[in-house]
């Protein structure tokens, strides 16, 4: 989700009209939400997001109230993934130990009622960075250095929270998280491969063979970046809330930070990378891969080599391959006619040729 709040009555930047292939009933939403205590008034404001390319994403406003509805794409859906239930209760369960998270409503489990799952939120205001921060947002390269500091220092904290004493520590499922997503990744991409795409399979080869234990298992967002994220109006340098809690889990911190490396783009990548980036990771003042590593290695305290990051290094760009192989999928077999899609194909190709420049570095007699 990927939207620059700003207040209950003024425009959302990023907020457009409903597209017509994921309209939904906003008179049975009204009333399923009545019966759980919220009564919309009758004029209702309706707009998507168009950002984020996985779930769906709404803004639900009538003067008195500014709320979020998500809901699963239509399409082939990877199991487990799109999951309601478990994003609002992720977001729930960490109400009273991370207060960054969005205040959840309601969870509607009755498909009937919109054709789909779907929960409803409160809407955090404040300013969300996209590919580049909004206008209004001018940030000097040290305010921007800052900000990138205080971002890192978020996940950390999420990762310092005490699993058990929160509702969520069911989620975590012991030792083999890395294998599991190693194996869980290679699964979902071979089942959303398509004719037009390479089949990584030198990549998940490798990955299985380079497999670390797990370094610990601690709550997890596996979609930590910038667009992401909550700025506040007043100082955009500090974070206000953290959304898009989809993939959250129990799970390796180092595994969530590959993950969040996967998205950082910055300044001297080549053309097709900068022209994937969805976060102003080139502004200015930004810390370069290398120095968020080191930044969030210093603050947690842990000794990683360089030859040992690469796997987590891979990793990251290889899910984020799968992720986009997902969504393409549904393009290349017309489930969706959003033409925005289209680029996740080229860029699922691209991916899997970057993780196999790292590996064959990585071969190299004098890498790590």
Known sequence: MSEQQSGIDGPIDGATPV?????????????????????LGEDVEVQQF??????????LRDGRHDLILRRPPAGQKARGAHDMGREFRVQSGLAEVFPLVPRMLAHCTDESVIGAEFYVMERVDGVIPRRDFPPGVDLSPEQTRELCLHALDVLVDLHSVDVDDTELASMNKG????ERQVSGWSRRFRDARTEDVGDYEQVMGWLEAHRPGDVGHCLIHNDFRFDNLVLDREDPTRVVG???WEMATVGDPLMDLGGTLAYWVQA?????????????????????????????????GREVSAEQWRFYEVFGLFRLGVIAQQIYYRYFHGQTTNEAYAIFGPAARYLEQRCERIIAASDAPDAG
Not at 175 to 178: E, F, K, M, P, S
């Open 242 to 244: 953290v959304l898009d």
């Open 268 to 300: 001297d990548d080549d053309d097709f990378y900068l022209q994937f980036r969805r976060q102003p990771t080139t502004a200015p003042g930004m810390l370069t891969r290398q120095e968020v590593v080191d930044h969030y290695l210093e603050r947690t």
């Open 19 to 39: 597209r017509e292939e994921d309209a939904f009933d906003l008179d049975a939403v009204r009333t399923w939400l009545a019966g759980q205590g919220t009564e």
């Open 50 to 59: 168009g950002g984020g390319a996985s779930n769906l994403t709404y803004s």
């Open 175 to 178: 030792d083999g998280y890395v």
